[in-house]
């Protein structure tokens, strides 16, 4: 009896040494796995540093590009004041010369107009 007693329990033994070889095999997959996925993941970290660089020197040239845009909107606000200036400077003469001339064109119809009217025609 005990020699069968201790046959049945080898068999038990050899059994949980199999399970045990099994689950060392699928943890040496899980182990490859996690390996691979923490590889993975630090290339993963390397482009989101490399994409945090590259926004964060985006960000500063738009900066660049903004304050440029601020400057010559300003100077061109000051070259704009100086043409109207010019232009207001230029056509009020103009203007003056242009109601004198019609004042006096008026004043030398309004003869011409009465002498016509009293011509019998």
Do not use: C
Not at 44 to 72: M, N, P, W
Not at 82 to 97: C, G, S, T, W
């Amino acid at each position: 009896m005990t020699d069968a007693w201790m046959n049945r329990f080898e068999a038990k033994l050899d059994r949980i040494d199999d399970t045990v070889t099994r689950m060392d095999t699928r943890l040496t997959g899980v182990e490859t796995t996690v390996t691979g996925m923490a590889t993975r993941l630090g290339g993963v970290e390397a482009e989101q540093h490399r994409q945090g660089v590259l926004l964060e020197a985006l960000g500063d040239k738009l900066d660049g590009v903004t304050e440029h845009v601020i400057d010559v909107r300003e100077r061109m606000g000051r070259g704009f004041a100086k043409v109207y200036r010019k232009l207001d400077e230029r056509v009020q003469p103009i203007e003056a010369a242009s109601r004198h001339f019609a004042s006096t064109l008026a004043t030398r119809k309004r003869p011409a107009a009465k002498a016509r009217a009293r011509k019998p025609g």
